[in-house]
């Protein structure tokens, strides 16, 4: 099982939904930020670890078997949505811990060990 939630902009509080894989982490292990917020906001986590979550389009079945989440998430989710880990254990599963969506997503990870 995993907790799925809606998390907040640690900036603006733009609501964005999480997977945190397994509850192998707890909610305030991470932050969460924006495509907007993270501009920015990445100043002060320079040299820091965290995963930016590049958005992409949906695969066409997506978009055809659930329409109007797909036309929210399009709306108000971005380009990019952010994960910053506060603790060891939020880092060590920072694959697990990633945007809910609809969307593709692809990782990039910065900082730290991959």
Known sequence: MC???IDYCASCKRP???HLGDYRTKRFEIQVFCYEC???AKRHYKGKRYVVWSIHDAP???KE???LLYRREMKYIGER???VP???NAWKNRMANHPNLLLS?????VGGEV
């Open 65 to 67: 078997s659930c329409p």
């Open 105 to 109: 997503m692809k990782a990039h990870v």
């Open 16 to 18: 964005i939904p999480m």
């Open 81 to 83: 949505i952010v994960v």
């Open 86 to 88: 506060l603790t060891d």
């Open 38 to 40: 993270w501009k920015l």
């Open 3 to 5: 907790d799925c939630y």
């Open 60 to 62: 066409s079945h997506i």
